[in-house]
Each structure stands twice: as structure tokens, then as C-alpha cells.
């Protein structure tokens, strides 16, 4: 193991360096009930089997982000693959998809395909319009179940591959809401209609948004063209893998062909023996790097357990970032640091455990203390981006897991900055 930061004395014990390893340690044990997608190191969409790891690239600049932990989602699109689309004018929109609005514009499914593991249907629209919307949706307006108060997120790949947007006012998303009856009760509010993506490149969009609409009992999404009355439009938009979760932000693809499908947790841990070899019960430094895809209330990055009243983990605390070391039935330690993160952007944050002596440090800024506190009587538990105590993947939390190391040490203050720095 390297030796960090120009401190000869500071190596780790533990290295977890899944963004450059790409792999799991052998003493990781990994399980999620279902398959799961993500993007390869050459950007394309990919699916892993059950209860096998998954390590992300960004699809765009193909730089490896880590290991990916998510919780559990439905996607309630019953076929977001497209499957039943025909080619030709109007040719056949897939099964369960319906396009509204049309008037007197001529329509053409052009055609399917997969670009970089993402499947498509390219729809064009072109002629002089009669109406001032055309909606293309993908679901009937009685399948979804949904209740006022609930939050969803909805995502779609877009792109415009043939004509232009000229005189096309919008290109957007919505959910649209129906009461029980089968009336339009309103809309998810978007900001704006969430502007849909109109370059050449397919580019995925994932606004999210909550209910705030009485009487509604279902979402049904869609993306739409809005436009004056009587002007001409010639566009064709390539539309992939659309998708409406309930949650505050839209997770990893998850493709369906007839019926909603749900990907469960991701859950990543080391236990038992496993501590033998790297972990110190009397002082030590927990350090993690990775990154979120939306700030979420409570997200527990990694921890230490041995039960859940002898614990010691980071968790964040909106606005701050939480460093807690329990033992016994109360809170030892808790050490905050006025940290926000941002959406794809890595941060890296180091904590550390001894008697009366702890400290925590975020991205090498100001270290804050806890000079009184006693240690978790024992440890056997690591997570990896869930509670430490988890059994299952239900406190799973979306993230990118960069790398987590242990040092048997409680490192110094400088040494805690350089290592965050």
C-alpha cells in the first residue's frame, strides 16, 4: 500500500480502491436480488447479474466513478425498450406508447436502434400544424398509481436527429395526473415543463418534482412539442428508455418490455474475520472518497459496527456532514461539518476514533473535534454506502464509492487535511 500524503508513518490497513481496482476485494461480500444497469469503461449501457457488483464510467468522458450503491426502484413504464414500434408513415408507436395532438401533421416511425447500449425509436413530425401540442406518451392515463404528497422522478434519453426545432417552442417533459375517473386533474410541476434535451447526442434528462394535486390517482408521463397554430415543423426526436420512479431523483436505467420492473438494493459489506487483520479497537481513521447523484437527508456513506448501539459511521444531516461514534444505548460522538455536496462532483471526508480524542474533516477544509467520548466496545461490521448494522439493502443510499481506507491510527489534524486536501 502506498504511503500518503508525504507522511511516511500514515498506510493504510484497508484499501478499498474500487474506482481503480474495478473490482471487489475478495473480503467484500456483495448481494442485490435482481439484475442492475451501468455504463462500462467504453460508455456503454450494460447489465450486471444478480448479486454482481457494479463499476460505473461516466458515459460522457468515460472516467471511471466507482462502485455504484443504490436503493431500491421501481420503474413503473411497463416497456421503455420500445418493443412493438414498426417502421413506416405513421408506421406504429411501441406497445402501450400513444401520441396525441398529431392534427394535421404527418407522422413517421422511422425507425429502432441501440446507440451505446441505449435503445431508441426515432419519431418524425413534419407538415403545417392545426394544434399547439403534440404529446408522445408512454403510458396509458390509468397504470400508474399515484397520490398527492408523493415525490417522482422522471428521466428520459432524448436527442434531434433529423430536421431542426425551428418554430418549435418547447421540447419537454411532464407527468400528466388523473383523478380515479379518468378527469386530468393537473400536472408534476417541472420547472418550466423540464426542457427536454435537443442536440444531435442522445443526452438523458431526469427532472423530479412532488404531487402537489388533490384527487390524483395516476401519473402518466410523457415528452411534447409545443408550437404555434398553422406554422410549418420538420423534426425527428430520438427517444430512449424512458423512465418514472417514485423518489427524488432518477436512478440507473432499469429496461422494461411488458410489465414494470423493480431493481432492488445494492448491499456491500465486510464482517467477521475479516477485521482481523486491519482493525484497531483502541484508535483509528476512517476514510471515504465518492460522490452522490443528489443530496439525500440521511445518506450513510460507510461505518463500523458491531450492533447498532456500538457504531461509527458518517452520515450526512442536511446542511451538514455527520461524523457519530456511539457505544452502548447514546451518541459518543458527533462531529459536524458544514458540507453540502454536489451532484457528480467527488469528495472525500476522513474520521477518526480514540478515547476523549475524536475529529473529522471534509475536502481539507477546518477540522472540527470531540474532545470526550468513550470507543465502540468491539467492531465486526464495515458498510460500504449502507449502515453499517444493515442486513439488507433497504438503508442503501445512491452513490458512487471512489475509495474507503482504515488507518490504525488516529491520525493528526494535518494529517487529516492532507488527506481530504
Same mark, same amino acid.
Given at each position: @500500500?502506498?504511503?500518503?500524503?508525504?507522511?511516511?508513518?500514515?498506510?493504510?490497513?484497508?484499501?478499498?480502491?474500487?474506482?481503480?481496482?474495478? #473490482?471487489?476485494?475478495? $473480503?467484500?461480500?456483495? *448481494? $442485490?436480488?435482481?439484475?442492475?444497469?451501468?455504463?462500462?469503461?467504453?460508455? &456503454?449501457?450494460?447489465?450486471?447479474?444478480?448479486?454482481?457488483?457494479?463499476?460505473?464510467?461516466?458515459?460522457?468522458?468515460?472516467?471511471?466513478?466507482?462502485?455504484? %450503491? /443504490? /436503493?431500491?426502484?421501481?420503474?413503473?413504464?411497463?416497456?421503455?425498450?420500445?418493443?412493438?414500434?414498426?417502421?413506416?408513415?405513421? +408506421?406504429?408507436a411501441p406497445t402501450n406508447w400513444a401520441i396525441s395532438g398529431l392534427g394535421t401533421l404527418t407522422q413517421t416511425v422511422v425507425g429502432t436502434g441501440t446507440a451505446n447500449g441505449i435503445n431508441y425509436i426515432d419519431f418524425r413530425f413534419n407538415g403545417t400544424t392545426s394544434t399547439t401540442q403534440l404529446s408522445l406518451r408512454f403510458e396509458a392515463n390509468n397504470v400508474i398509481a399515484a397520490a398527492n404528497g408523493q415525490t417522482w422522478a422522471q428521466s428520459i434519453w432524448s436527442a434531434v436527429v433529423g430536421g431542426s426545432t425551428s418554430n418549435v417552442t418547447q421540447v419537454g417533459l411532464s407527468t400528466l395526473l388523473w383523478d380515479s375517473g379518468g378527469s386530468f386533474v393537473g400536472s408534476i410541476p417541472f420547472a418550466s415543463g423540464f426542457v427536454a434535451n435537443t442536440t444531435s447526442s442522445l443526452i438523458r434528462i431526469t427532472p423530479s418534482a412532488t404531487i402537489a394535486?388533490?384527487?390524483?390517482?395516476?401519473? !402518466?408521463?410523457?415528452?411534447?412539442?409545443?408550437?404555434?397554430?398553422?406554422?410549418?415543423?420538420?423534426?425527428?426526436?430520438?427517444?430512449?428508455?424512458? !423512465?418514472?420512479?417514485?423518489?427524488?431523483?432518477?436512478?440507473?436505467?432499469?429496461?422494461?418490455?411488458?410489465?414494470?420492473?423493480?431493481?432492488?438494493?445494492?448491499?456491500?459489506? @465486510?464482517?467477521?474475520?475479516? =477485521?482481523?487483520?486491519?482493525?484497531?479497537?483502541?484508535?483509528?481513521?476512517?476514510?471515504?472518497?465518492? @460522490?452522490?447523484?443528489?443530496?439525500?437527508? +440521511?445518506? &450513510?456513506?460507510?461505518?463500523?459496527?458491531?450492533?447498532?448501539?456500538?457504531?461509527?459511521? =458518517?452520515?450526512?444531516?442536511?446542511?451538514?456532514?455527520?461524523?457519530? &461514534?456511539?457505544?452502548?444505548?447514546?451518541?459518543?460522538?458527533?462531529?459536524?461539518?458544514? =458540507?453540502?455536496?454536489?451532484?457528480?462532483?467527488? =469528495? #472525500? @471526508?476522513?474520521?477518526?476514533? #480514540?478515547?476523549?480524542?475524536?475529529?473529522?474533516?471534509?475536502? +481539507?477544509?477546518?477540522?472540527?473535534?470531540? &474532545?470526550?467520548?468513550?470507543?465502540?466496545?468491539?467492531?465486526? $461490521?464495515?458498510? %460500504?454506502?449502507?449502515?453499517?448494522?444493515?442486513?439488507?439493502?433497504?438503508?442503501?443510499?445512491?452513490?458512487?464509492?471512489? *475509495?474507503?481506507?482504515?488507518?490504525?491510527?488516529?491520525?493528526?489534524?494535518?494529517?487529516? !487535511?492532507?488527506?481530504?486536501?
Open positions: @500500500m502506498a504511503i500518503q500524503n508525504n507522511f511516511p508513518n500514515l498506510t493504510p490497513t484497508l484499501l478499498l480502491d474500487f474506482a481503480n481496482a474495478g #473490482k471487489l476485494d475478495p $473480503r467484500v461480500t456483495f *448481494s $442485490r436480488a435482481t439484475t442492475a444497469t451501468y455504463f462500462n469503461s467504453l460508455g &456503454v449501457l450494460t447489465t450486471a447479474n444478480n448479486n454482481v457488483a457494479r463499476f460505473d464510467y461516466n458515459p460522457s468522458t468515460l472516467a471511471a466513478q466507482g462502485l455504484l %450503491i /443504490e /436503493e431500491q426502484r421501481t420503474n413503473s413504464i411497463r416497456n421503455n425498450t420500445g418493443v412493438g414500434a414498426v417502421a413506416g408513415t405513421p +408506421g406504429t394535486t388533490v384527487g390524483t390517482a395516476f401519473a !402518466q408521463p410523457q415528452i411534447y412539442l409545443t408550437f404555434n397554430s398553422g406554422v410549418a415543423i420538420d423534426i425527428t426526436l430520438r427517444i430512449g428508455l424512458p !423512465q418514472l420512479e417514485q423518489g427524488a431523483f432518477a436512478t440507473s436505467v432499469i429496461p422494461t418490455t411488458t410489465t414494470a420492473l423493480t431493481r432492488n438494493a445494492d448491499l456491500a459489506t @465486510m464482517t467477521g474475520t475479516n =477485521f482481523s487483520s486491519w482493525y484497531n479497537a483502541s484508535e483509528g481513521t476512517l476514510y471515504y472518497e465518492g @460522490m452522490v447523484q443528489a443530496n439525500n437527508d +440521511g445518506i &450513510v456513506y460507510t461505518g463500523i459496527a458491531d450492533t447498532f448501539d456500538n457504531t461509527a459511521y =458518517f452520515v450526512r444531516a442536511a446542511p451538514n456532514q455527520t461524523w457519530i &461514534v456511539r457505544s452502548g444505548a447514546s451518541a459518543q460522538a458527533e462531529v459536524n461539518v458544514n =458540507f453540502t455536496p454536489t451532484a457528480n462532483v467527488p =469528495f #472525500k @471526508m476522513v474520521g477518526t476514533l #480514540k478515547v476523549n480524542d475524536f475529529a473529522f474533516c471534509v475536502n +481539507g477544509g477546518t477540522v472540527a473535534t470531540d &474532545v470526550s467520548g468513550a470507543l465502540p466496545a468491539s467492531a465486526v $461490521r464495515l458498510g %460500504i454506502g449502507n449502515s453499517p448494522w444493515a442486513a439488507s439493502g433497504g438503508n442503501a443510499r445512491q452513490q458512487w464509492i471512489r *475509495s474507503i481506507r482504515y488507518y490504525p491510527v488516529r491520525v493528526t489534524n494535518a494529517q487529516l !487535511q492532507a488527506l481530504t486536501g
